[in-house]
């Protein structure tokens, strides 16, 4: 059974830092591509970032260029998002989702057949 579960949320400070974690299982890690998605009160669910173990890193919004990161532990079968110099508009749920192939990341959520139950980040300016 694919499971995805986020941990590492919480609330922070505006100009301060969180690292969210992603565990997989039930899939052979490093044949997936894996995003990060986020989805505020009343918004779409937004494409952050993604990353293949092939492909590399595709970032997707511009409004978290520069500020956050993903990157992947293999040998954990993990994914992490770090989130640095967080603004109040970060505040949002954060989902990890896996892709249908190595390869291909989509900044779509069909894209993604598998979702964790997401993280709250609650921002305070």
């Known amino acids: 059974e694919v499971q995805l579960v986020e941990s590492g949320g919480g609330s922070a400070q505006a100009g301060g830092s969180l690292r969210l974690t992603c565990a997989a299982s039930g899939f052979t890690f490093d044949e997936y591509v894996i995003g990060w998605f986020r989805q505020a009160p009343g918004k779409e669910r937004e494409a952050l970032l993604c990353i293949s173990s092939s492909e590399g890193i595709t970032s997707y919004a511009a409004s978290v260029e520069g500020r956050f990161t993903i990157a992947s532990d293999n040998a954990r079968n993990t994914v992490y998002l770090q989130m640095n110099n967080l603004k109040h508009e970060d505040t949002a749920v954060y989902y990890c989702?896996?892709?249908?192939?190595?390869?291909?990341?989509?900044?779509?959520?069909?894209?993604?057949?598998?979702w964790g139950q997401g993280t709250q980040v609650t921002v305070s300016s």
């Open positions: 989702a896996r892709g249908r192939s190595k390869r291909y990341c989509s900044e779509h959520t069909l894209g993604y057949p598998y």
